[in-house]
């Protein structure tokens, strides 16, 4: 047999690319029917606004792991791909747009906006799509769904049109979360609350019949101008005779009334407080309870429209906010003004501040469809991993509110509503109506506004599949088996399809759900373009090939924990990849002139037994790993396994053979490597996906693909936990050497003389004098003599494991007296670190106030010091007796 020549130097930009379109030629992605329960996964779809982010890349190879290891387990694998049209990202980055070439939308028009728009997401779209392909996501592109294609278009109206049969869609003026600067309305869950430096404002409303003034504190002053009453708590004796007469509400020239109402908190401020209904919801609520006007100040940009006095009209917020301070100061009702940070909330895109505005809307009632999301929880259909997300979930669905769905927007799914001019009723329809379906008339108009982005998204496990029509896909692939998520997304997203799952399907849309945590730089903050702390996934890909992304990105991802890296973390990655690459070149060049024998024709040896029983520990670690969802553990399972114990153990072992001058014995060592090297390359396909498609299609037998190889299964024939065991003892007895030749800095190529004492019960003595060849070569030994008898040692420094003492003859190859004065110098300075820690931890400002782990990891590092100290006086011991 001829060797196979793979280059010298890994350079996976060389064959990535001509995989995967290996892969898409083979239409290796397309699930095979063959009447086994499928494996889907509907990918959570990227937002066509710009490119993908490190974020986007742990998601994908997350999902990338499971889709690869369930289609080489031989289940029909289904991965759906697709993007987002992501209504007020897309629209604000196409205004922008526009702006910086001094247009407008509105100066463009409905229609020519969106031709702009739908060109943006094109663009976008085939950016996100070719980052996909080049990190190796083995998605059925022939499936590929966007939540405005015609399809989803068409499921998004009939959810619209059968919630609003069922009158959980309905249409009200009520108080919303405005942003001025999208200019649409949002939902609560995409607000974003967080705390900023404030002023809290006192001044006066005097009474109507000049018997007196209350006293107002706020922090927002210029909203009193839409005020429609005072409340006061009904034990507050302050304010007891005064229920039901009235204010003057300064700078208006209105007057209006006091009211009682519990809600108010007797221990804040004056105990009174401004009720201003349009603008604030728990004085919408005040206003509901007691019959009050609601007044909204505000035009949709954010500055104060018709219904204030007219020398506040047309200005924004803050110039307002500053007039009106005025004001009440000339008209000496201004008390005072002191700092006061405070909560506010903010949008979720743009970050302006938010504005509760009186606006007609459409909402969702949802406490009908929470219910439902609740006992599929409870009925145990589905389960979160890790099971803390179950809280969160819960907690939100208990305290749901109804969900404003319009948004004064044209990027999105157009609200199916038309209002009749003729008899002013309106008409829902699933197809767009020619004239009104009440009266006949035909002067109808849409509804101007679009529908929230996660009404289109919410629909996604099902829509991607075909509904609302009876499809094939829909019949094999629903409901999906898995998703793979952020946990920022469990109210916006993942709480949703679980309900329009259960009330269009009747059924959950998928049973395990993942959350994944953030990707944060090493000081532990979320990646943004503000802090220019984000690292861009293609950027890794192309500098150290996307199996090392992949690979690094899921040894990272441990189970209800953030990962904080940087970019030097990718390295990682790349180092095991070119392992793979250099053990496979190796054992590949070996072939030359061998002839591969049927493993039925070996008798395995000790040695042999060893290597498939750690390989069988491996599958198992693995297959518990991903089925469970702790990558983490899977990917250190066939780390260890591969660098520690393939490469560093056995192939290193095999030398024995390969060497030798018997042909048999070489053509035996060479089967078995190349046997063990195939199916490792199967246990590492769904973590290293390229690199081992490029080694697989090298070996010299192999099928079409690794991509659908089975993947390895545990086999009780491979049980042989007893030679593990001695095997083990012979590590330690190697490394306890090897460490030694370190300490003293004896070269690897100088062969060194050791005699190893076993104890008289040391359970793996003849396991050790079977291998006394393989430890002479690992140890690199001219002599190495086991025996429990007790010998002369000078000259030597011993070094103990567990049943035996082994000890090294090194006093000919140092210079002794030199190493001595060396290891004292490692001595005092071992002493200097030893007391500075001791002083640090008996500090109480330290060991008091510093973080447990912090003061924990000191103790760790001083009882190393005092190790290291213990283990170098000994040698110096045994070296001056040597003298």
């Known amino acids: 047999m001829k060797a196979v020549e793979l280059p010298k130097s890994f350079n996976p930009a060389d064959f990535e690319k001509s995989i995967y379109d290996f892969w898409m030629n083979k239409n290796l992605f397309i699930p095979v029917d063959n009447g086994r329960e499928p ?4 990918i959570p779809p990227p937002n066509v606004t710009g490119i993908l982010h490190l974020g986007h890349g742990l998601n994908n190879v997350l999902q990338d792991v499971l889709i690869r290891y369930y289609r080489m387990l031989g289940r029909p694998t289904l991965w759906v791909p697709g993007t987002d049209h992501a209504g007020i990202a897309t629209q604000n980055v196409v205004e922008k747009m526009l702006k910086q070439k001094g247009t407008s939308r509105r100066e463009l028009g409905r229609e020519k906006f969106l031709e702009e728009t739908w060109k943006v997401k094109e663009k976008h779209h085939k950016t996100i799509i070719e980052q996909l392909k080049k990190i190796g996501a083995s998605c059925d592109w022939s499936r590929e769904r966007f939540t405005l294609d015609e399809g989803l278009s068409r499921a998004v109206r009939e959810v619209f049109v059968s919630l609003y049969e069922r009158g959980l869609i309905y249409r009200d003026n009520y108080l ?21 430096p404030g002023k809290l404002y006192h001044y006066y409303y005097p009474m109507a019949d000049g018997s007196g003034k209350i006293e107002i504190a706020t922090t927002r002053p210029e909203t009193m101008l839409g005020d429609t009453a005072v409340a006061v708590h009904p034990d507050d004796r302050r304010y007891k005779n005064l229920a039901g007469r009235m204010v003057n509400l300064p700078l208006t020239g209105r007057a209006i009334p006091i009211v009682e109402d519990s809600y108010v908190n007797m221990e804040f401020g004056t105990g009174a407080v401004k009720v201003t209904p349009a603008h604030d919801q728990n004085d919408w609520e005040i206003a509901e309870r007691h019959g009050l006007p609601k007044i909204n100040i505000l035009n949709p940009d954010g500055t104060l429209n018709e219904n204030v006095p007219e020398k506040y009209r047309g200005l924004d917020v803050i110039t307002a906010r500053r007039r009106v ?4 100061k000339s008209d000496g009702l201004f008390i005072k003004e002191e700092d006061h940070p405070h909560q506010v909330g903010h949008c979720y895109r743009c970050n302006t501040l938010i504005e509760p505005y009186l606006s007609t809307q459409w909402f969702v009632r949802m406490k009908p469809l929470a219910e439902k999301a609740l006992k599929v929880l409870r009925d145990g259909e589905i389960v979160f991993y890790p099971r ?3 809280n969160t979930y ?6 749901i509110k109804d969900w404003c769905i319009s948004r004064q927007l044209w990027w999105g799914h157009r609200i199916p509503v038309w209002y009749c001019e003729n008899c002013g009723k309106m008409t829902v329809a699933r197809e767009d109506p020619s004239a009104c379906s009440h009266c006949g008339g035909n002067n109808i108009r849409q509804d101007e506004d679009v529908l929230d982005t996660w009404f289109s998204s919410w629909l996604w496990p099902f829509s991607t599949l075909g509904w609302p029509d009876e499809t094939e896909d829909l019949k094999k692939y629903f409901p999906t088996s898995a998703l793979v998520t952020g946990y920022e997304i469990i109210f916006f997203w993942v709480a949703r399809m679980i309900m329009a799952g259960m009330e269009f399907m009747g059924k959950a849309p998928f049973r395990d759900i993942y959350i994944h945590g953030i990707v944060r730089d090493k000081l532990g903050r979320k990646m943004s373009k503000s802090l220019g702390n984000g690292i861009d996934p293609l950027e890794i ?17 441990a189970q209800g924990q953030d990962i904080l890296l940087d970019k030097e973390d990718f390295r990682f990655g790349s180092k095991f990849a070119n392992k793979i690459w250099n053990a496979s070149r190796y054992l590949l060049m070996n072939l030359e002139g061998r002839t591969l024998l049927s493993l039925e024709e070996i008798e395995p040896e000790e040695i042999d037994r060893w290597i498939f029983h750690r390989l069988n520990e491996a599958v198992k670690r693995v297959r518990r790993g991903v ?9 250190q399972a066939v780390y260890e396994y591969f660098w520690n114990d393939f490469c560093d153990w056995y192939i290193e072992a095999s030398k024995l053979e390969l060497y030798s001058e018997d042909e048999n014995r070489k053509n035996r060592a060479v089967t078995l490597l190349m046997y063990l090297l195939e199916e490792s390359l199967r246990l590492l396909h769904p973590f290293l996906s390229f690199i081992t498609e490029e080694i697989y299609q090298k070996l010299p037998l192999h099928e079409e693909t690794i991509v659908t190889a089975p993947f390895p299964e545990p086999r009780e024939d491979r049980e042989h936990g007893e030679i593990a065991d001695q095997f083990a003892s012979l590590q330690e007895l190697t490394v306890a050497v090897r460490t030694l030749r370190s300490e003293f800095t004896i070269p690897p190529s100088k062969k060194i003389k050791v005699r190893v004492k076993t104890e008289k019960d040391f359970e793996a003595k003849e396991f050790i004098k079977r291998h006394t060849d393989l430890i002479r070569l690992l140890i690199n030994a001219s002599e190495l003599i086991i025996s429990d008898e007790e010998k002369l040692t000078d000259g030597c420094i011993p070094v103990v494991g567990r049943g035996f003492e082994a000890y090294v003859h090194i006093k000919e190859l140092i210079d002794v007296p030199r190493e001595v004065e060396k290891l004292k110098r490692e001595i005092s300075n071992s002493e200097k670190e030893i007391a500075r820690i001791q002083k640090k931890l008996l500090s109480p400002s330290f060991s008091e106030k510093a973080p447990a782990e912090v003061v924990e990891r000191q103790r760790r590092i001083l009882s190393e010091f005092l190790d290291k100290k213990e283990k170098l006086k000994k040698h110096v011991e045994d070296l001056q007796r040597s003298l």
């Open 388 to 390: 803390k997300w179950e």
């Open 627 to 635: 089925e469970s969802y702790r990558f983490n553990d899977a990917a």
């Open 394 to 399: 819960t907690h939100w669905l208990v305290n």
């Open 176 to 196: 919303i979360n405005w942003c001025s600067n999208c200019g649409t309305a949002i939902s609560d869950d995409e607000v974003e609350h967080y705390e900023i």
């Open 325 to 328: 301070v005025e004001d009440l």
């Open 541 to 557: 890909v192309d500098e150290f090939g996307a199996d090392a992304l992949k690979f690094t990105l899921v040894f990272l991802a």
């Open 39 to 42: 494996f889907v996964i509907v």
